[in-house]
């Protein structure tokens, strides 16, 4: 998997750095060992603008929902590079089982909290996904920022946040816990926005 991975990279990344070049922001911030990277979401290029802000040196796993896995050579090709597949309409018990996995072996998982893409730019309220994940690895969440203008030949922000630590009085946490923890992934997102000015 590591060697499909650092191959897709080097062929896309020439091709999307021409056209897309991306500026990582405050990528010191992100932390060693496991943790979720929780971008906000509208567009599809979004995927490729966090993997190159991190750089070759980490290679996440990300979340992706169940139609993107049917696409033919490239839904294989995702699936060998580290992106997993959820159905997102019922209770993927796999997919809960390999992002916990992949959390608790000390790797980083991409999730757009959001759940779908919103191309105004405007933030949605965080599933609970992420906020449930976390407590269970005992992993921080990166809360993550990027454009809805993507520049064309000009470089787009990516902005990494503070991880975070969500708080629950049990380390099973409780609907009405991970519903403020959501809530409190999505304002620490908006308020990442003005770091890229």
């Known amino acids: 998997m590591k060697t499909v991975y650092a191959i897709l990279y080097c062929i896309i990344w020439p091709f999307f750095n021409l056209f897309h070049p991306c500026k990582a922001i405050h990528r010191e911030r992100l932390p060693q060992g496991g943790a979720i990277l929780c971008p906000n979401h509208t567009r599809m290029s979004d995927p490729f603008f966090v993997v190159f802000a991190l750089g070759l040196g980490v290679r996440p796993q990300c979340m992706a929902k169940a139609e993107l896995g049917r696409v033919p ?19 993927d018990v796999g997919a809960v ?6 959390l608790k072996d000390g790797d980083k998982l991409i ?20 906020a449930m994940f976390s407590v269970r690895a005992g992993v921080p969440i990166v809360p993550m920022y990027i454009p809805a203008r993507k520049k064309w030949f000009g470089r787009t922000p990516v902005v990494f946040g503070e991880p975070f630590y969500p708080k629950t009085a049990s380390k099973k946490g409780t609907a009405e816990e991970y519903e403020a923890i959501s809530k409190e992934l999505t304002e620490r997102i908006a308020a990442l926005e003005a770091e890229t000015r």
């Open 97 to 102: 089982k390999r992002s916990l996995k992949c």
């Open 111 to 130: 999730m757009f909290p959001e759940g779908t893409r919103h191309a105004d730019g405007e933030l949605s309220e965080a599933k609970t996904g992420a």
């Open 73 to 91: 050579v490239i839904g294989w090709l995702l699936g060998k590079a580290g992106v997993f597949y959820v159905d997102r309409g019922k209770a």
